[in-house]
């Protein structure tokens, strides 16, 4: 555990996108830290995975990337922004550039799918949508990505009537609406069956590659952690405990980060 | 201590409090005792000084049955004029209800804890407060002083008991959407007025609805009361009626009434079912 502890996640030469230092993430004065001196970075083309049990910290360290939680120390760097120090329109950009995806797909039920996968363009449309109108632009664009993820058969229906893994599918649309420079799925298979995980997963680093833009995807279930990542981090009480190439890691070496260790001394 | 040990220490329960849950009979809590004791008593303080008496129903009983048997048969020998005067209604509460509900939608974004900074919030409270806590006939009877008899008043005692009434559940409808794409909406750095109207009010539209089609029924009803201080409709006719002891027209004038809330009603229903 140590040597996973010590060695570098990964010996790139090029620059990476996110750059988080010694980072440290408190919600009020007397609760615990929830982040303690988290290092990680994000390279383009790269899909990593994030593994912890519940209260790891695994959210906190992706609302902390946009700017969701208070950043009591270290730093935060994605692209140009300095995430610990942005007014709120700095923060509206950075948040702008940064595709989200949830484990509830937090879609709009009512909406169709296609004006859920507009409201991703709503950063810098002006005034022009006050009337719910998108851009004719917009819309195409719109309908290409969910040709992308292969749902655009339901570009008109609402959301409310697809599956869970075409919600997801549609959240992922939405997110790719953006242009992001990076993908953040916080659980984003959670509430979805063993067969749609594996979809979804897949299209995240699909995604990642032909992008070539970072996925921070945070999961629960290691085997399809070490399926679909190129790097994997696990976080256990806000720390990093473990920390390298997918291809280097099997589960025993992940044990540390679900307690595994401490049933045994018990 | 470390992260791990107090996060361990968050997980244990209390040994007293687990022996309790494992308990099939548990004593109610002294607060709850208490609380049944005092929310009766407040009840039977409330019904004696409000002078309620099952047994006085009773013996009066026949009373409301003569009265009942003398509206009958319904006289609708001026059925131009009912018409003419629930028209008249009609329209006041659409009107009205228009009007209240563009304002109370407005009142509401201020209203709602999830939307509005925390000093408009009291105020927009504060305000639909003080318009509930004002009977509708006062209301009408300063805007009759205001504009003078008919309709118009009618109208604008409505918009204004809308605020009152409807502002505050529509500002409930808002606080009560999903959470969840509100924070996708702020998530794509969506302004407040864009997560308002793709977060928001897409969730809340089947509740508004709903509320503006029960706050048009009420109106139409309301309408007929405000007719007693000469704010229009058909409210003075009735109290006219019962004056001059002509039950006949005024059971004439009830049944098209029931007739109107009833169509209003179904159709309030179908409109229900094709949003939600």
Redesign the interface.
Known sequence: MTDLLMRPAQTRTDEPLVRIRDLKVRYSDDQ??VL?GVDLDLFRGETVALLGSS?SGKSTLMKAL?G?APIESGSVAAGDFDVANLQRGQ????????G?V?Q????????SVL?NVL??S??G?GAA??L?TFRSSDRVRALELLERVGIVHKAGEPARSLSGGQQQRV?IA?ALM?NPRVILADEPVASLDPRMSRTVLELLRQIACEDNIPVLVSLHVVPLALAHSDRIVGL????IVVSGRTSELDADQLAPVYDLDDEEEE | ????E??KAKQELDPRARESMERAFRIPRARFVVGVVVGVAIFLWSANGAQFDFLKLGEGAANMGEFVLRMFPPDFSKIGLILALLLETLQMAVVGTVIGTVLSLIVAFGAASNIAPRWLYYLCRWTMNIIRALPDLVIALMFVSAVGLGPFAGILAMTIGSIGSIGKVFAEAMEAVDR??I?????????K??VI???IL??A??LLTSYTLLLFEGNVRGATILGLVGAGGIGLELTTAMNRYDYGHLFAMVICIIVLVTIIDQASAIIRKKIT
């Open positions: 615990p830290l303690d209260g946009t969701f923060l509206r950009r950075l948040r702008s550039q940064t989200q949830f509830q797909f937090n879609l709009v039920g009512r909406l004006t409201t991703g709503l950063y449309a949508n006050m719910g959240a939405r953006q256990r009480y806000g720390e | 201590m470390s992260i791990a107090k996060t969840g794409p924070v996708a909406m702020e998530s794509v750095g969506s302004s007025r864009q109207q793709y977060g897409p969730q539209l089947p």
